[in-house]
């Protein structure tokens, strides 16, 4: 798909998360919004993917270490065909299989259980060693959050996969600028990125996080080192209330912010 059609599909993904939010009463809608169009770009481009055989031992790998934004990664599912679309309703109902954070052993195309911070990556780097120590021709990608970078367990991740190296690897940081409760820059901010990946080993990549044409090529960037992606993004991407606001890390809108920014994310298809 060209990046015209990826932009479309991201909208239509924007406007169900929205409302599956809504409808649920909860979710991390904020960080949802950022990562939506990287997630789009994945699913829909780049990943080596079979939906009707979520298992097919030659797929490339996604983890979603930021586990707390699921239900955007079940709605690119759901787009994508590894689950019913219609599933999105029961996004947080009790015997739903669609829970806060992504679990394997219930939904088709995830690949590992995710939530705790910090263990996304070090998965994910288990993954692409593996696929070395093989031979498998898969490529693996995880996506953390800017403030999930102050968890240690990602650097000694890092480390290791310079050392064994693991150019199988691209790691994306949603670098939206805010965790739940604070700005990244008021708290134990590690930001900027590129400069420490680099003098660990790795390639690194800065784009806007929310533009097609920057998330394609460097998604789809190989040399011979694990590679980071530096995406820029804004939290609540997409909807002018909730854009760069750290209250809606982890916020439900009433009834007249869903008319607004249902109006928003319509208006644009």
Request: hydrophobic share 40%.
């Amino acid at each position: 798909m060209q990046p015209n059609d990826l932009e479309h599909i991201a909208r239509q993904i924007r406007l169900r998360d929205l409302q599956a939010v809504f409808e649920a009463g909860a979710g991390h809608i904020g960080g949802e919004m950022s990562a939506i169009d990287v997630l789009t770009a994945l699913y829909f481009r780049v990943l080596r993917i079979w939906p009707d055989q979520p298992k097919h031992p030659e797929r490339d790998r996604f983890v979603l270490s930021k586990g707390h934004v699921a239900l955007a990664l079940y709605v690119t599912l759901a787009k994508r065909g590894f689950i019913p679309e219609a599933e999105i309703s029961t996004f947080l109902k009790p015997h739903s299989r669609l829970n806060g954070h992504p679990n394997c052993n219930k939904v088709p195309g995830v690949e590992t259980n995710t939530g705790p911070l910090g263990h996304g990556l070090p998965v994910a780097v288990g993954m692409a060693k593996a696929a070395k120590i093989t031979g498998a021709k898969y490529h693996t990608y995880v996506l953390t959050g800017d403030g999930e970078m102050q968890e240690g367990s990602n650097w000694e991740a890092i480390a290791s996969a310079a050392q064994f190296g693991l150019d199988n690897l691209t790691l994306i940081i949603d670098h939206n600028r805010f965790q739940q409760g604070a700005a990244l820059k008021d708290t134990n901010n590690l930001a900027p990125f590129a400069s420490k990946l680099q003098a660990f080993g790795w390639t690194v990549s800065e784009i806007n996080g929310n533009v097609m044409n920057e998330i394609v090529p460097a998604l789809e960037k190989r040399g011979n080192q694990p590679h980071c992606i530096v995406a820029h993004t804004n939290k609540g991407h997409g909807i002018s209330f909730m854009q760069d606001t750290v209250d809606w890390h982890h916020k439900v809108p009433n009834a007249e912010q869903f008319k607004i920014a249902l109006a928003e994310l319509s208006e644009t298809l």
